[in-house]
């Protein structure tokens, strides 16, 4: 329990205090004075004022953080006070737009930067199927191979007496099966002859035997590593609101994660790898870079919005209009977080059978670009 709580701050603090730094590297560069740096919330257990009049602080509860910038964010309506020449307010308004998008940037920053590592450190998997040999990743249960007897690790070396010699030969025969399928296969130092039964096959998937691809990983240069690095960021928020706006389109409730749910998941990274544990890290940053950049009113998103408005137009909404604005968000916000954590609730303590498809050897291997945790293929 311990191990996994010590996890949870390890993964959340520097989401946390990359997101903040790139708000506070916003001010400094734009000029705006910064009064706290703060990570966490709470009882303040350390802080120490800098020249330049900023207050950083660690406090007691090591979640979340915030950087309080000099001034207010929007004048009261009818305030005929200027604002000083280092307050938020004094800014113009693509000043004030880059203050509130770039903790977002940053977490995408990090994000491309753990990405780019792990690929540079383990290499990629090979999707040319040609080129994979054809050994067996993962059996699904309850399929035809694990009927059968095939396991992990099998390396399948002909199919109905004819040889295999790459995944793209297994999947082309075992779309051509007639009937029963008699296979040679290596395991260590045996030789076994197995058979899935045509009984075996599902009707509606005749040619689904239930097994995933072995990922063989290959090596990646430093500049090749930071592109697919940066196209990890790209897919994966690619997908996410491409998920997203299915479930929305499609009239489903999206598959959320609360705070319940990812505790869970960093609850279970932390048995399966250092690396797993540190792409969970910046998948989780490239999630809270991304969410921050709804436009959902009392969000970096929503800001912005109000700064572009302020450029378009050459004025701000009223401040009691964004203050209603903020309201809604707010309870939008707790309708998202109440949701996630029912779904979390739902799907950790009542687990649904697990869907049947998980793998599908008549695929092609998963895209270089695409995967990257020891999941791939699955």
């Not at 793209?168 to 779309?175: G, P, R």
Request: net charge positive; aromatic share 12%; proline share 5%.
């Amino acid at each position: 329990m311990l191990l996994s709580a010590l996890a949870v701050i390890v993964v959340l603090s520097p989401i946390v205090i990359i997101h903040e730094f790139g708000h506070f590297l916003a001010c400094r560069l734009t000029g705006i004075g910064v009064k706290e740096f703060s990570f966490g919330f709470g009882k303040i257990l350390w802080h120490k004022k800098s020249a330049k009049g900023t207050d950083f602080q660690i406090r007691a509860i090591p979640f979340g953080g915030f950087v309080e910038p000099e001034g207010q964010m929007f004048p009261e309506d009818g305030s005929k006070e200027k604002p000083k020449s280092n307050e938020f307010g004094a800014k113009k308004w693509y000043a004030k737009l880059f203050m509130v998008v770039n903790g977002a940037f940053f977490n995408y920053v990090l994000a491309a930067f753990i990405f780019s590592l792990l690929i540079f450190l383990r290499g990629m998997p090979e999707n040319d199927p040609v080129k994979l040999a054809p050994v067996i990743g993962e059996v699904v249960a309850e399929y035809p191979a694990e009927k059968a007897g095939l396991q992990s690790m099998d390396l399948i070396t002909a199919i109905d007496g004819k040889n295999i010699q790459n995944w793209q030969e297994l999947t082309q025969a075992i779309q051509a099966r007639q009937g029963d399928l008699r296979l040679t296969v290596k395991r260590a130092e045996e030789t076994l002859h197995l058979t899935i039964k045509d009984a075996d096959f599902l009707p509606e998937k005749p040619t689904l035997i239930g097994i995933a691809v072995y990922n063989e990983l290959k090596p990646v240069g430093l500049l090749s590593s930071v592109g697919l690095g940066l196209y990890q960021c790209w897919y994966w928020t690619k997908f996410s609101l491409t998920s997203l706006w299915q479930s929305i389109t499609h009239k489903k409730a999206p598959d959320l994660a609360g705070p319940i749910g990812i505790v869970n998941i960093i609850h279970k990274s932390v048995r399966t790898g250092w690396m797993n544990f540190i792409f969970l890290i910046g998948m989780l940053s490239l999630a809270v870079g991304m969410f921050n950049l709804f436009p959902i009113p009392i969000l970096d998103g929503g800001y912005a919005l109000v700064f572009l408005w302020e450029g378009l137009t050459g004025k701000l909404p009223s401040t009691k209009m964004i203050m209603r604005a903020a309201n809604v968000g707010f309870y939008i916000l707790m309708i998202l977080v109440l949701y996630a954590s029912y779904s979390d609730i739902k799907r950790i303590f009542f687990k649904p059978k697990a869907a049947v498809e998980q793998t599908q050897q008549t695929q092609a291997p998963a895209d270089n670009n695409q995967v990257l945790d020891e999941q791939e293929g699955k």
